[in-house]
């Protein structure tokens, strides 16, 4: 069975920083995309950051400048840095990965349990 299992989250004050891990392991060949979301109480659940398997990265716009991903593919692993944290990055984030299943080669989204991110005034 494939699992995403996160870490990291916590509670912070404005202007601090976090960073968050989600490690992939089992009957996985490889992971394609990666990436974080988070949701907040009463909102949709949101894309925050995006990575390749070759690092190309994509951010939600509140985000730019501020949050990093990154991934170890040896370790099918993705991070997120967070910089700078704001009360409305506060959420329950989560991790998503693409992976193609060993058994029958076919592509699916695994989701981590999710980590909640408090950021405080």
């Known amino acids: 069975q494939v699992q995403l299992v996160e870490s990291g989250g916590g509670l912070v004050q404005a202007g601090g920083s976090l960073r968050l891990s989600c490690a992939g392991s089992?009957?996985?060949?490889?992971?394609?995309?990666m990436g974080w979301y988070r949701q907040a109480p009463g909102k949709q659940r949101e894309l925050v950051a995006s990575?390749?398997?070759?690092?190309?990265?994509n951010y939600e716009d509140s985000v730019k400048g501020r949050f990093t991903i990154s991934r170890d593919n040896a370790k099918n692993t993705v991070y997120l840095q967070m910089n700078s944290l704001l009360p409305e990055d506060t959420a329950v984030y989560y991790c998503?990965?693409?992976?193609?299943?060993?058994?029958?080669?076919?592509?699916?989204?695994?989701w981590g349990q999710g980590t909640q991110v408090t950021v405080s005034s």
């Open positions: 998503r990965a693409d992976g193609l299943e060993r058994g029958t080669f076919t592509w699916r989204a695994y």
């Open positions: 089992g009957r996985i060949l490889r992971f394609n995309v």
């Open positions: 990575i390749t398997s070759s690092g190309i990265t």
